[in-house]
């Protein structure tokens, strides 16, 4: 089956005054079908580069990424779109941020409503629907911001270190809820994060990229069977690949670990 | 997000803000009684050659049974009005403008940093030989204040919408126009309402000061004759109801942003 994205040679340069800087490096990577795979890797190695680039907010400066085999050009609906910073309108109720894609794909109100709220129990806040975000937990937005995303049927889910800003508690169980709504509403997922355990938990591979110049470095696959439990979390094969990717990350060659 | 400053407000809906929001009224009261218990006292006493509170409360009276007092108001209320809402209603899109294109920001902004160094008043000797005596000059001085004043809040409005919320609603499919209408106009509406506010403090004193110059009506030149003839009873009455018309429109204003953005996380 056709790959669902195709990062092929992706390189992305950013002009430092007179200097040009590699951010991305020819990274290529193939993601299957309803596929979730997370991106870890030390801070400043181009996973959001990479990331945006899949989104269409920032153009490659070489090669070029298929979505279900089609170019990307610019941004649209069908890839979807999570942030660390929520990104919820604080103006727009709830509901209203969950529909406001539909809106503007120019569905009729009464479809729209009916959708919105599927997805806003789907994530847990149907109390909430008519609550403004300044008013919700750092988890509700995100909830409310995946809600958001999924309302317009996307086929691919690109998240930013989406559970990044909160609290360790929190995060667990979003990322629980996360997996039961991937499992319920199958999309194709990448994910980036800067937590090992959240990047083995979710992923059936890991990607670990490299830092200076920003490159893919090695994938590890994740063997383990969905649906994912606190038995998977302390099981010794979940410490295993744990400890790989751990690796992966950290002692990268000629250990950037001891130069800091 | 990050609000301007000036709408950061600490008080809360709860009950204890009710209770807080009480005894300062209450304490607000106090000082105010307070206030003009020690005017009388002075005045009384003759330590100040300054009007008593009876004489000053007669004038008022007497103002505004011969009608005076409002023929001054209505002049002053008509010309800062429409000065305002002129420089409101051409600083909004004008500041939109600025902030959505570079050029457009590039070709205006130097203009903009140049009068916004001159105070307004400084154009009146301008205004009056190009303008004439009549209301012209005054409408377009107070025009200039507000407008400038707003022009710029809604312009930092603008180029403050943080970029995240923008590409956000770019990958839910949004173009730009309903980026601008759904994203930028409702993002930067709390800084635009904290310029109308500066803008009308600003056309307000602009007012006052432009009639005390220059016209025929108005609460600024019914002080200007009280000086000729040493009523300060007179001055005293318009000084008063410069101040409690300035603090009316500004918390209608203020009423009015809250209003409108609730939603704001307030810290
Ligand atoms: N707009 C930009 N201009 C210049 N440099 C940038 C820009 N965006 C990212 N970079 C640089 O590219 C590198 C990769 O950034 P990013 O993809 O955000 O890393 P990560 O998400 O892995 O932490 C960083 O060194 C960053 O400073
Ligand atoms: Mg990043």
């Known amino acids: 089956m056709q790959p669902k994205i195709v990062f092929k040679d992706v390189t992305r340069r950013f002009d430092l005054g007179s200097q040009s800087f590699v951010a991305l490096d020819r990274f290529s990577l193939d993601v299957a079908d309803g596929e979730f795979v997370t991106v870890v890797g030390p801070s400043g190695c181009g996973k959001s580069t990479a990331l945006n680039i899949a989104a269409g907010l920032l153009a490659p400066s070489e090669g070029e990424v298929l979505v279900a085999g089609k170019a990307v050009e610019g941004p649209g609906p069908e890839r979807g779109m999570i942030f660390q910073q929520y990104a919820l309108f604080p103006w727009l109720t709830v509901r209203q941020n969950v529909e406001f894609g539909l809106r503007i794909k120019g569905v009729s109100a009464p479809e729209r409503r009916e959708k919105a709220n599927y997805f806003i129990n789907l994530v847990g806040l149907g109390d909430f629907a008519d609550a403004l975000p300044k008013t919700l937990s750092g988890g509700m937005k995100q909830r409310c911001a995946i809600a958001r995303a999924y309302a317009v049927d996307p086929s691919v889910l690109l998240m930013d270190e989406p559970f990044g800003a909160l609290d360790a508690l929190t995060r667990v169980q979003l990322q629980d809820q996360l997996l039961d709504t991937w499992r319920r509403e199958r999309r194709t997922v990448m994910f980036i994060t800067h937590d090992v355990d959240e990047a083995v938990y979710l992923a059936n591979r890991v990607i670990v990229m490299a830092a200076r110049p920003g490159r893919l470095k090695e994938i590890i696959p994740v063997d383990l069977p969905y649906p994912r439990t606190e038995e998977i979390r302390l099981s010794p094969e979940f410490t295993a690949i744990r400890n790989r990717v751990w690796h992966a990350v950290y002692h990268q060659q000629g250990s950037s670990r001891e130069e800091n | ?267």
Do not use: C, H
């Not at chain 2, 001085?141 to 770019?170: E, W």
């Not at chain 2, 200007?224 to 204003?253: C, H």
């Open chain 2, 1 to 267: 997000m990050s609000a301007p400053a000036k709408t950061a407000k600490p008080l809360r809906q709860d009950g204890k803000g009710q209770g807080a929001d009480l005894s300062s009224l209450a304490l607000n009261l106090v000082g105010l009684v307070a206030g003009i218990a020690v005017w009388w006292v002075l005045t009384a006493s003759g330590a100040v050659g300054l009007p008593p509170p009876p004489d000053v409360v007669r004038k008022f009276g007497d103002l505004i049974a011969n009608g005076q007092l409002a023929t001054d108001i209505m002049s002053s209320l008509a010309r800062v009005l429409t000065g305002f809402l002129l420089g409101v209603l051409l600083a909004v899109p004008v500041g939109f403008v600025m902030g959505w294109y570079k050029v457009a920001r590039a070709l205006i902004e130097p203009y903009l940093q140049f009068f916004r160094m001159i105070p307004p008043l400084a154009i009146i000797p301008l205004a009056i030989v190009t303008m004439g005596i009549d209301e012209t000059p005054k409408i377009f001085v107070i025009f200039l204040a507000s407008f400038l004043a707003s022009v710029v809040a809604t312009y930092q409005g603008v180029i403050s919408v943080d970029k995240t919320m923008i590409n956000a609603a770019r990958v839910l499919g949004a173009n730009d126009l309903t980026i601008f209408l759904r994203v930028i106009v409702p993002a930067s509406t709390p800084f635009i309402l904290v310029g109308v506010r500066i803008g009308l403090g600003s056309a307000w004193a602009t007012l006052v000061a432009a009639e005390l110059i220059a016209a025929q009506t108005g609460l600024g030149y019914r002080m200007q004759q009280a000086q000729l003839y040493y009523d300060l009873a007179t001055i005293f009455v318009s000084l008063i109801t410069i101040g409690v018309l300035g603090l009316a429109m500004d918390r209608l204003l203020l009423a009015i942003e809250r209003r409108l953005t609730v939603w704001q996380e307030r810290v």
